[in-house]
């Protein structure tokens, strides 16, 4: 039979199995497995890119960072999602004698390229790591930020600092100090004047970039009367960061994250004493690096 009989016919040039009906072949979801919940495919989705978001917050030391490196992973996502595998095409092919020859293709088909996509996945990948990488060692408030030149290991004492980086607010002068705090002696330690009960006294710190910690062991003289009790404060940029409260003999130790201030201000007040003269002293008081290692009565040395 020819095609000049009159009679409408199609080829389908394929190896797949046929299956002939009578009328309209009904369609259905492709074999191939049951699809996962909506709810389960929603969960993978968000886990890579709520791990990223975190990832790019912690090591980037900004949420901004975070939310680039959630969008590059939300890409790849997205990319790898387009690139599945697609299920079971029909092409139907109608006769003369109104029969239906359904023919079901059940080889796999990429939508983007196969070998392409995936490669284009590994890539963003690849390029959101290096960034988040690159992010957190050479860029102000990465985790492990350090300026070139600067020592990754040493700290820099308060009292060593320059006249400009630290001062005292009302009067008084910040003094450099050695004293025994809770058995230890504290020598490279800083103070101010005493104040009367219930007065505050502030000292101002401009932080340096590169110094990420600040760390004391603060207190009073262990020979004061047991009922002296001090309050010790650090803020940053007008923002609380750690309050203690100190009694003789026994001190408080302060190692707190100050990376994401400028200033920071050490509070003392004394809160209850029978005698005057209570001098408040940040004991071995100073600034380190992220990966710096402190030093002095704050590690238990002498």
């Not at 492990?144 to 006249?163: H, K, M, N, Q, V």
Request: charged share 20%.
């Amino acid at each position: 039979m020819g095609p000049g009989d009159g009679q409408s016919w199609a080829h389908v040039d394929i190896g797949t199995e046929q299956a002939e009906s009578r009328g309209p072949s009904p369609t259905g979801p492709p074999a191939g497995g049951r699809k996962r919940p909506r709810t389960v495919r929603a969960a993978l989705t968000a886990v890579p890119i709520l791990a990223a978001f975190a990832a790019g917050t912690v090591f980037g030391g900004d949420w901004t960072w975070g939310g680039f490196a959630a969008s590059m992973v939300l890409v790849a996502v997205l990319l790898l999602h387009g690139g599945r595998p697609a299920g079971g095409t029909a092409v139907q092919a109608a006769g003369r004698d109104n029969r239906t020859t359904t023919t079901r293709i059940s080889n796999v088909r990429v939508n983007t390229g196969g070998a392409t996509g995936v490669l284009g996945v590994a890539l963003i990948v690849l390029i959101d790591g290096l960034l988040v990488a690159h992010v957190s060692t050479s860029v102000p408030g990465g985790l492990y930020y350090s300026p070139a030149g600067s020592s990754t290991t040493s700290p820099t004492f308060l009292r060593d600092l320059d006249e400009d980086k630290i001062r005292a607010v009302g009067s008084g002068l910040v003094e450099k100090t050695g004293m025994q705090i809770g058995g230890r002696q504290c020598a490279r330690s800083v103070t101010q004047q005493p104040a009367p009960v219930g007065l505050a006294r502030t000292i101002t710190v401009t932080r340096d970039e590169g110094f990420q910690r600040f760390k004391a062991r603060a207190g009073i003289a262990d020979d004061l009367p047991s009922d002296t009790t001090v309050e010790f404060a650090v803020t940053g940029d007008d923002r609380e960061v750690a309050r203690r409260t100190a009694t003789p003999r026994s001190p408080v130790d302060f190692d707190v994250d100050v990376s994401a201030y400028t200033v920071l201000e050490l509070r003392s007040t004394v809160i209850a004493s029978k005698i005057s003269g209570v001098y408040a002293v940040w004991g071995d008081a100073q600034l380190l690096p992220a990966r710096g290692a402190p030093v002095g009565c704050v590690t238990g040395e002498s």
